[in-house]
């Protein structure tokens, strides 16, 4: 937290080199946005993809609907990108290994001790229950190479409401088959334990529109505190997409 005139300058000195931002909504060819993100839902479940995050983390819940257990394959459950498969589960075990005794004394004896766990590759989901998986990041590193003349629309600068001089938005829209960013998320499911009704859903998606804003965009103005210094919180909050900063070199 910082005194308001410090805080102050220091945003007008970033305001002429701030580093940019694109902000993606992504669309799917068979989950429908909603308030709570991406949204596959039928009979048998209710399928749910969350972004709001930097670079789209993906969060993906499954809540059965049925009156029976819903069983998912994570084995055979892949994120892909291009024609790269990336899978949910790998046949690796995490150790977590802590050790006791004084190490300040030469006549103590130390002793290491540790917890093995591996994560089960099939999940099983009680009927009206729900799961949720945190695994993969969309864009891990660098930006969207963007193509294509944008929109341009101004904003009022959401950092310093006071500031007259709006500020430009730059949105790049794209249909599936043009999108800079594509994606398939591919899920193995069943009714039974031994996959014998299994059945497939395989969602593809897309970046639909990035707009390239400053990062100032996406922080709320100057909040005074109790103490009588001022701070700023990031705002950010899109269930159906993510923002990347944008290095300062592209």
Not at 201 to 229: C, E, H
């Amino acid at each position: 937290m910082k005194s308001l005139p410090a805080l102050l300058l220091g945003m007008a000195l970033l305001t002429g080199c701030t580093r940019n931002v694109q902000v993606v909504t992504l669309r799917g060819n068979n989950v429908m946005p909603t308030t709570k993100g991406l949204v596959l839902d039928n009979d048998t479940l209710t399928l749910q993809y969350d972004f709001s995050s930097e670079r789209g983390r993906m969060h993906v819940s499954v809540t059965n609907k049925l009156n029976q257990p819903l069983y998912i394959d994570w084995k055979r459950s892949s994120l892909i990108i291009g024609q790269e498969k990336i899978d949910y589960w790998r046949d690796v075990a995490n150790v977590q290994l802590t050790s006791s005794g004084n190490p300040y004394s030469r006549y103590s004896v130390r002793s290491t001790s540790g917890i093995i766990s591996r994560e089960d590759p099939v999940s099983f989901i009680p009927p009206k229950t729900r799961i949720e998986k945190n695994r993969f990041v969309v864009v891990p590193n660098g930006a969207l190479r963007l193509s294509g003349t944008p929109a341009v629309v101004q904003e009022k600068p959401k950092w310093n409401p006071d500031r007259k001089k709006p500020v430009n938005i730059n949105t790049f829209t794209y249909g599936d088959d043009q999108s800079p960013l594509t994606f398939r998320n591919y899920l193995t499911l069943s009714t039974d334990k031994d996959f014998k009704t299994e059945f497939h859903i395989d969602t593809q998606f897309w970046a639909s529109d990035v707009k390239v804003m400053p990062y100032n965009q996406l922080v709320s103005g100057p909040v005074r505190q109790s103490d009588g210094s001022y701070s700023q919180t990031l705002i950010f909050n899109k269930p159906d997409g993510f923002y990347v900063p944008i290095p300062l070199q592209q």
